[in-house]
C-alpha cells in the first residue's frame, strides 16, 4: 500500500509560479513511476507531467517547456514536485498526483487532489 499526500496549490497571478509537492509513503521500493494530472473546469483530466523511477520525464504539450517534474527520496518518502513557471489562466485546474507501483501487477494510488487557480 502507498499513501499519498499532495501540497502547494493556491491561487497566483498569470505569469507567476507555483510549486507543487506530493509525498508517496508506506510500500515505496515498488515505485516505477510518479507524476501529475490535471482536471480543468468543465474538462477531462489530462497528464501534466510523468517521471520514472529511472529519471525519464514526459511532458504534456501544453506545459513543455514551462513545467518541471523531479523527484527526491528522503526518509522513507519518494516525493515529486512540479515547478510551474509562466502560468496562465488556463493552467486553471485541480491537480492530481499519481503514484504507479509494479509487484507481479500494476497498482495505481491517487492523491486527494489541489487546487491551482491562475488568475489576476
Known amino acids: 500500500q502507498v499513501q499519498v499526500v499532495e501540497s502547494g496549490g493556491g491561487l497566483v497571478q498569470p505569469g507567476g509560479s507555483l510549486r507543487l509537492s506530493c509525498a508517496a509513503s508506506g510500500t515505496i521500493d515498488n515505485i516505477y513511476m510518479m507524476g501529475w494530472y490535471r482536471q480543468p473546469p468543465g474538462k477531462q483530466r489530462e497528464l501534466v507531467a510523468s517521471?520514472?523511477?529511472?529519471?525519464?520525464?514526459?511532458?504534456g504539450d501544453s506545459v513543455k517547456g514551462r513545467f518541471t517534474i523531479s523527484t527526491s527520496t528522503d526518509n522513507g518518502k519518494n516525493t515529486v514536485y512540479l515547478q510551474m513557471n509562466s502560468l496562465k489562466v488556463e493552467d486553471t485546474a485541480v491537480y492530481y498526483c499519481?503514484?504507479?507501483?509494479?509487484?507481479?501487477?500494476?497498482?495505481?494510488?491517487w492523491g486527494q487532489g489541489t487546487q491551482v487557480t491562475v488568475s489576476s
Open positions: 517521471i520514472t523511477r529511472g529519471g525519464m520525464s514526459n511532458y
Open positions: 499519481y503514484v504507479r507501483t509494479f509487484r507481479m501487477a500494476t497498482y495505481e494510488y
